[in-house]
């Protein structure tokens, strides 16, 4: 019995598939195409955002990102994020 990837219909072997939850086998690299597509990641549909919750979203993840460079730079440094 052979899985056939549920994007490309190609079977699928080995290491190189992944299980997509609700879909069924998949090669990764064409469940990480799909994935661009729909613009999802880690089970966000960022799609299905509003336009205020898409905003809140990216003040997120800059102010993750201001803190973990802040950090990198100085690992002794603890305390309120920065934000820009």
């Given at each position: 019995?052979s899985?056939?990837?549920v994007?490309?219909k190609?079977p699928v ?18 469940y ?10 880690q ?11 898409l905003?809140?979203l990216?003040?997120m ?5 201001n ?6 730079e ?8 920065e934000?820009?």
């Open positions: 019995m899985l056939n990837c994007f490309c190609k072997f080995g290491t190189k598939g992944v299980t997509v939850p609700g879909e069924g086998p998949a090669h990764q690299n064409c990480q195409a799909f994935t661009a597509l729909e613009r999802t990641f089970a966000l549909d960022i799609n299905k955002l509003s336009d205020s919750e905003a809140d990216k003040d993840v800059l102010a993750e990102e803190d973990r460079r802040r950090l990198s100085d690992p002794d440094s603890e305390g309120d994020v934000l820009f």
